[in-house]
T-cell receptor
Framework: DTGVSQDPRHKITKRGQNVTFRCDPI?????LYWYRQTLGQGPEFLTY????????KSRLLSDRFSAERPKGSFSTLEIQRTEQGDSAMYLC??????????????FGEGSWLTVV | EDQVTQSPEALRLQEGESSSLNCSYT??????LFWYRQDPGKGPEFLFT???AGEEKEKERLKATLTKKESFLHITAPKPEDSATYLC????????FGAGTRLFVKA
């Protein structure tokens, strides 16, 4: 299966600790996205990459959040000094790169974060 | 600002009872209207992409339609395995999602 892969699937951490999530996109996809989803809500856009360049960041992405995509392959999302409000599912998605931006994005299974 | 509103929030159907889910949107320029299915604890699974008013797409018991202001997801003779949350989204360089409709189909 060559879908979007996320790791770990579940993470429980104490408030104040740092956590890192990894995403491996579909191999031929140039664009990679991070979303956050809380119970009863749709996914909220956090950031996206085109190859290795981070092209847009949501205002939801505070200074404690950082995302990287070295060499345009896998991506990491790090949350520093976690807070209870960071508890959510973090979704990674990817899409091919064609002009206009209206590409279908394909999601991974998500990484659940619980901050205690 | 792009916005997506889905209704109803939840829908309970008997097996075989057809119905429709609504997605209203406001965008500066539609670059795609997407439907996803999401099972509890999992990531959204892609169903359909629609690009222009009048377009329709079908998959098994599901049919998606698009007008200039809204999209419908029609479910014909649903089965219990169709129970899930259905998400609507509008595309651009960042895809914007609605809150979803939680569908429950009882046998």
């Amino acid at each position: 299966d060559t879908g979007v892969s996320q790791d770990p699937r579940h993470k429980i951490t104490k408030r104040g600790q740092n956590v890192t999530f990894r995403c491996d996109p579909i191999s031929e996809h140039n664009r990679l996205y991070w979303y956050r989803q809380t119970l009863g809500q749709g996914p909220e856009f956090l950031t996206y990459f085109q190859n290795e360049a981070q092209l847009e960041k949501s205002r939801l992405l505070s200074d404690r959040f950082s995302a990287e995509r070295p060499k345009g392959s896998f991506s990491t999302l790090e949350i520093q000094r976690t807070e209870q409000g960071d508890s959510a599912m973090y979704l990674c998605a990817s899409s091919p790169m064609t002009g206009g931006g209206g590409n279908t994005i394909y999601f991974g299974e998500g990484s659940w974060l619980t901050v205690v | 600002e792009d916005q997506v509103t889905q209704s109803p929030e939840a829908l309970r159907l008997q097996e075989g009872e057809s119905s429709s889910l609504n997605c209203s949107y406001t965008v500066s320029g539609l670059r795609g209207l997407f439907w996803y299915r999401q099972d509890p604890g999992k990531g959204p699974e892609f169903l359909f992409t629609l690009y222009s008013a009048g377009e329709e797409k079908e998959k098994e018991r599901l049919k998606a339609t698009l007008t200039k202001k809204e999209s419908f997801l029609h479910i014909t003779a649903p089965k219990p395995e169709d129970s899930a949350t259905y998400l609507c989204a509008v595309g651009g360089f960042k895809t914007i999602f609605g809150a979803g409709t939680r569908l429950f189909v009882k046998a």
